[in-house]
């Protein structure tokens, strides 16, 4: 399969822990976005990289959020003292080239903060 | 604050009928449009793309644009139960920005 890959799918965890999900997008796609998905809503943009640079974070990427991509290929996301309301699909994207407006979601990962 | 706005639905259609689903949004400066599909617990899957006013058609889909009423419309001919889902509009502004979905609905 050589489609975006999110890990892991699903995580529960208590208010006021960390939690770490990763992206590995498609091979050679030089783009990677984090999008935040709730109920009803449609995906949120929340930052994004072209190679290893962060290039744009959106207001709603807290100082609890942090994300890398140290070589330009894997994505982490990473949320410091889990709250309720992080409850959310947390969708990673990538795209290539120069075609940088068509993005392929991977699967997602589901984050229950109970 | 740019915007994508959709008809959050359901919109409910016999099977074979033609389903027409609508999105605007806020920003003249916009190129390029995207619609995808989402099914329940699963992640958005791009059924298609429309860069330029007119019509774009890919089997039983047509997407159609119009810049100067910024407005895109998706239309599924032929609807099959298995189109049930939400289509999501978006539009790229440097990232995609995305409508709230419309829930579509194809009865046997």
């Known amino acids: 399969d050589t489609g975006v890959s999110q890990d892991p799918r699903h995580k529960i965890t208590k208010r006021g822990q960390n939690v770490t999900f990763r992206c590995d997008p498609i091979?050679?796609?030089?783009?990677l976005y984090w999008y935040r998905q709730t109920l009803g809503q449609g995906p949120e943009f929340l930052t994004y990289?072209?190679?290893?640079?962060?290039?744009?974070k959106s207001r709603l990427l807290s100082d609890r959020f942090s994300a890398e991509r140290p070589k330009g290929s894997f994505s982490t996301l990473e949320i410091q003292r889990t709250e309720q309301g992080d409850s959310a699909m947390y969708l990673c994207?990538?795209?290539?080239?120069?075609?940088?407006?068509?993005?392929?979601f991977g699967p997602g990962t589901r984050l229950l903060v109970l | 604050q740019k915007e994508v706005e959709q008809n959050s639905g359901p919109l409910s259609v016999p099977e074979g009928a033609i389903a027409s689903l609508n999105c605007t949004y806020s920003d003249r400066v916009s190129q390029s449009f995207f619609w995808y599909r989402q099914y329940s617990g699963k992640s958005p899957e791009l059924i298609m793309s429309?860069?330029?006013?007119g019509d774009k058609e890919d089997g039983r889909f047509t997407a159609q644009l119009n810049k100067a009423s910024q407005y895109v419309s998706l239309l599924i001919r032929d609807s099959q139960p298995s189109d049930s889902a939400t289509y999501l509009c978006?539009?790229?502004?440097?990232?995609?920005?995305f409508g709230t979905g419309t829930r579509l609905l194809v009865s046997p």
């Open positions: 994207a990538s795209s290539w080239g120069t075609d940088q407006e068509t993005q392929y």
């Open positions: 978006a539009v790229f502004f440097q990232k995609l920005v």
């Open positions: 091979s050679e796609h030089n783009r």
């Open positions: 990289f072209q190679n290893e640079a962060q290039l744009e």
């Open positions: 429309i860069y330029s006013n």
